[in-house]
């Protein structure tokens, strides 16, 4: 990715690269470094050793159109698009190469093996209770298998209360 270099056609200021966090900045966060009417372009992958960042353009167009660019010549990569407050709620544009494989856990994937894992594991310790533990191992492999289903349904229910209480808010206004 060559985004030092990168001046869109019309554009009037060359986009700036702000690394994520910079521990000697005033203002560490990279989204606290922009102002209003600005957006950033967030890259999913980026060379080893290479330090992560973003880069910033004056508006909207300019930013979508080179995230484009850069998935047309990076058909792996997928270009999230902010505006100044940052990554709060789902990106302002998303524009994903062909070849861009997702590695998110998926609600599905929560519900599914969450359920699996917490319920398995509750009947797999209540076997081994009405036996007064006799055998051992389904409370111990039962046990160990609630915690991460339970923590899965848990995020799971806290995603789908936000949503919820996004597109309150968005009513509201």
Request: charged share 20%; net charge negative.
């Amino acid at each position: 990715m060559d985004c030092y270099t990168f001046l869109m056609a019309g554009s009037l200021t060359q986009p700036r690269t702000l690394p994520l966090f910079d521990p000697e900045a005033e203002l560490s966060s990279w989204n606290e470094r922009m102002v209003p009417g600005e957006y950033a372009v967030h890259y999913s992958s980026f060379a080893p050793g290479e330090t992560p960042f973003c880069t910033v353009f004056d508006n909207l167009p300019e930013a979508e159109a080179y995230a484009k660019q850069q998935v047309a010549e990076h058909p792996e990569l997928l270009c999230n698009i902010y505006d100044h407050n940052g990554r709060v709620g789902k990106p302002v544009r998303e524009i994903r190469g062909s070849r861009f494989k997702d590695t998110e856990i998926t609600p599905r994937f929560r519900r599914w093996v969450g359920s699996i894992l917490f319920f398995g594991g509750l009947i797999l310790t209540a076997v081994d209770w009405s036996v007064d533990f006799r055998f051992l191992w389904p409370s111990m492999l039962g046990t160990r298998m609630m915690m991460p289903g339970l923590a899965l349904l848990v995020m799971e229910v806290i995603i789908v209360l936000y949503a919820r209480h996004a597109r309150q808010q968005q009513r509201a206004a």
